[in-house]
């Protein structure tokens, strides 16, 4: 079972700042990787996906991929209010199975 | 994406019952799942639903608690049975489609309350 990890937060950052969110996972083999943006009393909705090492940017968001550290995280630019919410970063369980291990989440409050 | 309807949206269930989830996508999809969100906490998968066979249960998970039914490739179904407090949580289908890569989509989610 794959092991995922994530710091809880809250982390706190004022509107306009760089949000960073950091995910680490336990499998070397790891091929792909997700993060959902899940709002309180709602369903978790996909933000990015990351397959290759380096940065995969899409508008506010980029989500960064270091295999060899075995991280992956979650750059938002220019956060707003809007963007707080709980941020779950998720990992396929193993090679070959498409079922996710979800990390704990970490908790953004963007501070206006 | 893929647009996922579940039903009910939330329900409030006395002790020893059992209640019914239904899970409905707008297209086949080759993989669905169902997880479960307790109070404050992560995302737990219980089973993934495949079509035509027994549902695959995960560790802590078994198929009479947690029967699932998968008939075609748009529908599934999660029972919760013989309910406890203990089962009060979010309830999660999700749905893996082919030409998405292996991403998966959320359904709304069913919050169940026992009593």
């Known amino acids: 079972q794959k092991e995922v990890e994530q710091n809880s937060g809250p982390l706190s950052v004022p509107e306009g700042a760089i949000a960073s969110l950091n995910c680490t996972y336990s499998?070397?083999?790891?091929?792909?990787f997700f993060w959902y943006r899940q709002y309180s009393g709602k369903s978790p909705e996909l933000i990015m996906s990351i397959y290759s090492n380096g940065d995969k940017e899409d508008g506010r968001f980029t989500a960064q991929l270091n295999k060899a550290s075995q991280y992956v995280s979650l750059l938002i630019r220019d956060s707003q209010p809007s963007d707080s919410a709980t941020y779950l970063c998720?990992?396929?369980?193993?090679?070959?199975?498409?079922?996710?291990?979800f990390g704990s989440g970490t908790r953004l409050q963007v501070q206006p | 994406s893929a647009v996922i309807s579940q039903k009910p949206s939330r329900d409030i269930c006395q002790r020893g019952t059992s209640l019914t989830i239904q899970c409905q996508v707008d297209?086949?999809?080759?993989?669905m799942f169902w997880y479960r969100q307790q109070p404050g906490q992560s995302l737990t998968l219980i089973a993934t639903a495949n079509q035509g066979s027994e549902a695959t249960y995960e560790s802590g998970f078994v198929i009479d608690k947690f029967p699932i039914s998968r008939p075609n490739l748009t529908f599934s179904t999660l029972t919760v049975s013989n309910m406890s407090p203990e089962d009060s949580s979010i309830y999660l289908c999700?749905?893996?489609?082919?030409?998405?890569?292996?991403?998966?989509?959320f359904g709304p989610g069913t919050r169940l309350t026992v009593l």
């Open positions: 297209s086949q999809v080759t993989m």
């Open positions: 999700s749905v893996e489609r082919r030409e998405a890569g292996d991403t998966q989509y």
């Open positions: 998720a990992v396929p369980q193993y090679t070959g199975r498409r079922a996710l291990t």
């Open positions: 499998d070397r083999v790891s091929q792909s």
